[in-house]
Nanobody
Framework: QVQLVESGGGLVQAGGSLRLSCATS????????MGWFRQATGKAREFVAA????????YYADSVKGRFTISRDNVKKTVYLQMNNMKPGDTAVYYC?????????????????WGQGTQVTVSS
């Protein structure tokens, strides 16, 4: 079982930046693709970004493309989400997850282990 712990959330003004981290335990981190999702109050959880097991391929939601960057460090067993030029619409709880099955990186059902989430709030 992989344990995931997100950190780095907080309050930022529109146009600002935050860097989220997701630290994992377990010996199999490098075998998993990893993803970030977010859930705003009253809304469904939505895909944000994903990265392949070796960091070679990345995927982004259209709403964050060009502003957010996902990366990973397999030695540190950590995945990151650099968020720049943030907007109030980015306000949500952000979750990282391991991709355990399926070919679609955008679907939450293909992710099996989830962190507890970290709150990100962007003020206008």
């Amino acid at each position: 079982q992989v344990q995931l712990v997100e950190s780095g959330g907080g309050l930022v003004q529109a146009g600002g930046s935050l860097r989220l981290s997701c630290a994992t335990s377990g010996r199999t981190f490098s075998s998993y693709a990893m993803g970030w999702f977010r859930q705003a109050t009253g809304k469904a959880r939505e895909f944000v970004a994903a990265v392949s097991w070796n960091g070679g391929v990345t995927y982004y939601a259209d709403s964050v493309k060009g502003r957010f960057t996902i990366s990973r460090d397999n030695v540190k067993k950590t995945v990151y989400l650099q968020m720049n030029n943030m907007k109030p619409g980015d306000t949500a709880v952000y979750y990282c997850a391991t991709k355990n099955s399926g070919s679609d990186y955008f679907e939450a059902r293909n992710y099996g282990n989830w962190g507890q989430g970290t709150q990100v709030t962007v003020s206008s």
